[in-house]
């Protein structure tokens, strides 16, 4: 009786421990992705290139994430998820290591390109193995507990990488990275499951038909996924358009760099709820009506921030709303998409994902170009306009959904 308790004991610490590890490897990769935009000062007077260049790494990022992602997970398939993710990691790292001493730009891009293809991989991976192991019952919720890592990264990791460019330079928020990464490989080395596990695990599964593979999936309104999936490219092309060159933009009206940090800093807060309200908004008013509301709030709010911009309580609220808006049309998106789909949702899920990539890799090229062409306050208005695109799209969808 005494070893059973022990062994449920053990059992328990290491579920713990395996979901920390988890989290921590999505923290890391959503750091890497946008914690350009709270130094881009910084690197842009060290490497001598214009900002409007450096903003361009959150697009390299961006599109090569979403290109990568579904080869090299192709690639890889037929190798256990444990060595995969070991070597992964192992590459993201090289990859940051090679920003962090980069002696010119050139060298970053290449390291750049390898820390976003590693990072593809990786969060798949991640998410593919708690899928795996937990119960069919708890799986939504134990993803999006992995999944709060990026949430982790916007609250914490970004504020905190900019406030340690701030103080000893931005080389050594790459550093802090590192040093963060090979945590996390420890933890991989002891925690990730071996393959004989993950047999087991399989095993089960089959034996009880549950197995993703024997669930079929049919798309019932093409139309309907087409235009939710456009929303979401439109959505994320006019947020990273403006808030990948939110930096320069803030600090053009003679902000302090510490002040970037507290912007940031409710720029994540702001995600966490805003993924939140979306979703609980979405299942009370419909996907259509809450897309409604959010994508027309933040049109708005890019309107004014010119406005605001000279006023810091003001600027900071309004960020603030900003993003809760922004943040909340994902959830919102995701269960639209849900209604339009029979059986099996990971395929137009995956889509979505792309979309999602495709648009913070292209609003940051559109943000580039008003950044070189202009100035970077036209940035807002820019994005006011590919929001209400959007938004005009929302409008187009169906009322309502009365059987799947």
Not at 192 to 199: A, D, I, N, S, V
Not at 207 to 224: F, L, W
Not at 274 to 296: E, H, M, P, Q
Request: with cysteine.
């Amino acid at each position: 009786m005494q070893y059973k308790m022990n062994d449920r004991k053990e059992r328990n610490k290491v579920s713990v421990m395996r979901v920390a590890t988890f989290i921590l490897s999505v923290f890391i990769v959503g750091m890497v992705e946008m914690m350009v935009a709270g130094i881009m000062n910084l690197m842009s007077a060290d490497l001598h290139v214009s900002e409007a260049v450096v903003g361009q790494l959150v697009t390299l990022y961006a599109l090569t994430f979403a290109i990568c992602g579904p080869i090299l997970v192709k690639l890889t398939h037929r190798f256990s998820a444990r060595l995969v993710l070991l070597w992964t990691l192992l590459i993201f790292i090289i990859g940051n290591a090679m920003i962090a001493l980069a002696p010119n730009f050139t060298i970053l891009v290449i390291g750049r390109i390898l820390s976003s293809a590693a990072a593809s991989l990786i969060i798949v991976k991640v998410l593919a193995l708690t899928a795996m192991l937990t119960l069919p019952k708890n799986r939504g919720k134990m993803i999006g507990v992995v999944y709060s890592g990026f949430s982790a990264a916007n609250v914490f990791g970004v504020p905190l990488g900019t406030m340690i460019g701030d103080i000893v330079g931005w080389r050594y928020t790459f550093l802090f990275i590192i040093v963060v990464s090979v945590l996390a490989g420890i933890l991989m080395l002891y925690y990730l499951p071996h393959q004989r596990e993950l047999q087991q695990v399989a095993g089960t599964e089959q034996s009880n038909g549950t197995e993703a593979s024997d669930v079929p999936s049919k798309i019932i309104r093409p139309q309907e996924v087409v235009k939710f999936i456009t929303i979401t490219f439109l959505i994320l092309v006019a947020n990273s358009a403006t808030f990948v060159y939110i930096n320069p933009l803030i600090l053009s009206h003679d902000y302090t760099l510490r002040f970037v940090s507290v912007a940031l800093l409710m720029n994540g807060v702001a995600g966490v709820i805003g993924t939140s309200l979306g979703g609980v908004f979405a299942d009370k008013w419909t996907s259509k009506r809450w897309l409604t509301i959010s994508i027309a709030v933040f049109v708005v709010m890019m309107v004014l921030l010119n406005i605001i911009l000279p006023y810091a309580a003001l600027l900071l609220i309004g960020i603030f709303v900003w993003n809760i808006m922004q943040w909340s049309t994902n959830p919102a998106i995701q269960s639209g998409l849900i209604e339009q789909v029979e059986g099996d949702t990971s395929q137009v899920m995956s889509w979505n994902m792309s979309a999602l990539n495709a648009g913070i890799g292209i609003g940051g090229m559109i943000g580039g170009l008003v950044v070189s062409q202009w100035e970077v306050s036209f940035l807002p208005y820019v994005s006011a306009a590919i929001g209400l695109a959007g938004l005009i799209i929302t409008l187009a969808l169906r009322n309502h959904y009365i059987n799947n």
